[in-house]
């Protein structure tokens, strides 16, 4: 039972446009939500959160709304930039509990 | 700033060989965790430890072991590999009581033939 999901496998950008990453889960006793952000041959790194009581994080050109009654929360990322194809992956968890439940990814590609 | 390392980089195993994957991190932090990545399934929790002594199960923690050797070393070990175990293994740290970010390792990419 995924948990969380991202529903789209793979996204392709031209460069200086917005990309928006999507992302949807089912637990409703998930109240922070994270993005990580992976390049090849590397381990994730921390990108952005934004916890329940919000509904918008901005942190430069990245932006994460979160829409509660619809589960969903998605990351915008503009203008979006060569160096920002790479596979980003969705995060939930519940504070008191360390644990993340990761989505199954999505792969960016920023087309020059 | 080595932040969270793990060794091996690369491994190949036989069939039933057994290995011990290490993890260790010098941000002090208390909870570590272990997870595998595989293509389609986005990264499982294997088992974590919320502090030095105590380890849990996660999502997937069958034909896996842990150790919290101390407070920076958590080691993952499989004692009879098979091939539905080959992933690519990442060991995370993050500091206790609230989900704040977890720090990831580079990776160990395991292949069991």
């Known amino acids: 039972d995924q948990q969380v999901k991202q529903n789209s496998p793979s996204l392709s950008v031209q460069e200086g446009r917005i990309s928006i990453l999507n992302c949807d889960y089912t637990n409703s006793m998930f109240d922070y939500f994270l993005w990580y952000k992976k390049y090849p041959a590397e381990g994730p790194t921390f990108l952005i959160s934004?916890?329940?009581?919000?509904d918008k994080n901005e942190d430069g050109r990245f932006t994460v709304f979160l829409n509660k009654s619809a589960k969903h929360l998605s990351l915008h990322i503009v203008p979006s930039q060569p160096g920002d194809s790479a596979v980003y992956f969705c995060?939930?968890?519940?504070?008191?509990?360390?644990?993340?439940?990761f989505g199954t990814g999505t792969r960016l590609t920023i087309i020059p | 700033n080595a932040g969270v390392t793990q060794t091996p980089k690369f491994q190949v195993l036989k069939t039933g060989q057994s290995m011990t994957l290490q993890c260790a991190q010098d941000m002090n932090h208390n909870s570590m965790y272990w997870y595998r990545q595989d293509p389609g399934m986005g990264l499982r929790l294997i088992y974590y430890?919320?502090?030095?002594?105590?380890?849990d199960k996660g999502e997937v923690p069958n034909g896996y072991n842990v150790s919290r050797l101390n407070k920076r070393e958590f080691s993952l070990r499989l004692e009879s590999a098979a091939p539905s175990q080959t992933s690519v293994y990442f060991c995370?740290?993050?500091?206790?009581?609230?989900?704040?970010?977890?720090?990831f390792g580079q990776g160990t990419r395991l292949t069991v033939v």
């Open positions: 430890s919320a502090s030095e002594g105590t380890t």
């Open positions: 934004i916890s329940s009581i919000k």
């Open positions: 995370a740290s993050s500091e206790v009581g609230s989900p704040t970010e977890a720090f």
């Open positions: 995060a939930a968890a519940n504070f008191g509990n360390e644990k993340l439940t």
